[in-house]
């Protein structure tokens, strides 16, 4: 095909107007290793829902949470006054179970309970709880609700219980939180706001109903396209490879097909090109060719930093005191080719390397090296 029938063919796939979900930053929950654990997701909403916890927020999250609930329920209005709230974890029923966490209005006269939000939390799991028994073992004066927190809207809930997601929560608690922020200790405003991304987060991985809908339509194109992006880059891998007899310079292709790395070794010295293909994929299209050292040539680094350069050959040396534990970048060329380029990598390649410092520099290092043998 002509590069206008390939257009023509995957137009209508090319023109598509498909929503692209933002990477998916690191969180403190990601790096502990428990971004879903439902225990670890109910004691930090525990820790934040208690007016009086150390965080520093006040009733934020329970006048966030309030705010939903008297918005879904039509006005009905459960906590009367949140700042003598206090949250219960893993408050036991008469049958033996246990409520995930319990928002407990005193009397202001005495030890009984007013109000309560009992709430349910789920993140994978499946609303498989017997709520009703949840429901009537709390009791209060005057008002209760409940609430499933879950990814997606819960349906056919018993009529006590009020189905909100993480995301609506989180994002009511941000709408809210402007002038709490003040008060709030800036350490835990910080795991605050990762807590919350955390949320976003997962939320994001079940939001994925257009992406779906888009590959079912175009998945017999979104294959040939994808199996033109491995031919091309295999290509592109191969072209790579042949620069390496063509240099002449006697050197030894190393580096597994499908990597992003390519390594021509000298055959008589522990110095090599090393040419770097992930961002020509990856990222803004720069490729990084290096003259490299591995350990045994950072043993001489000394004498090798004592050769005569000369001052163009210098401009390519600015990365000669970052040493790594096995390897040193010696001299770097980073380019970042055109389309035209690409389709003759191969002399591409080739010319950074001839054309520049790069090969004398290659050769100086090299013949340093055998010499000290």
């Known amino acids: 095909m002509t590069l206008k029938e390939l257009e023509n063919h995957y137009e209508e796939f090319l023109q598509a107007d498909l929503k692209v979900l933002p990477e998916k930053a690191t969180t403190l929950f990601d790096i502990a290793g428990f971004p879903h654990y439902e225990t670890v997701l109910s004691n930090f909403y525990s820790f934040y829902l208690n007016p009086s916890g150390q965080h520093g927020l006040g009733d934020l999250f329970i006048s966030a949470l309030s705010d939903i609930i008297e918005r879904k329920a039509k006005g009905l209005s459960v906590i009367e006054n949140s700042k003598i709230c206090y949250t219960e974890r893993e408050v036991r029923t008469s049958n033996g179970k246990y409520i995930d966490i319990v928002i407990n209005e005193p009397s202001e006269i005495s030890n009984e309970v007013e109000n309560a939000i009992i709430i349910e939390n789920k993140v994978n799991a499946a609303v498989y709880n017997d709520l009703i028994e949840y429901y009537d073992s709390i009791k209060v004066n005057k008002n209760k609700v409940g609430v499933v927190l879950s990814l997606r809207p819960e349906k056919n809930l018993p009529k006590q ?213």
């Open 161 to 373: 219980f009020i189905s909100i997601t993480h995301d609506e929560f989180t994002n009511q608690i941000e709408q809210s939180s402007g002038s709490y922020f003040l008060n709030a200790d800036l350490k835990q405003t910080v795991i605050l706001k990762d807590f919350i991304q955390n949320i976003k987060a997962m939320s994001q991985t079940i939001d994925l109903k257009e992406q779906y809908e888009f590959f079912l339509k175009h998945h017999d194109k979104i294959k040939e396209i994808n199996s033109l992006y491995l031919t091309i880059k295999n290509d592109v891998f191969k072209q790579v490879d042949d620069v390496c007899e063509k240099l002449n310079l006697g050197l030894k292709l190393q580096g597994r097909f499908s990597s992003q790395l390519r390594y021509f070794f000298s055959n008589s010295a522990p110095v090599y090109f090393t040419v770097w293909l992930d961002d020509l994929f990856n990222g803004d299209g720069e490729i990084c060719i290096f003259v490299e050292l591995n350990e045994e040539g950072l043993g001489v680094i000394d004498n090798i930093n004592k050769i005569s350069f000369t001052d163009e050959e210098k401009k390519l040396l600015d990365e000669t005191t970052k040493v790594r534990k096995t390897y040193i970048h010696y001299a770097t060329r980073k380019v970042k080719p055109s389309q035209e380029d690409i389709k003759d990598f191969t002399n591409y390649v080739y010319n950074q390397i001839i054309q520049t410092p790069l090969k004398d520099i290659f050769i100086k290092i090299e013949r340093l090296l055998n010499d000290k043998k």
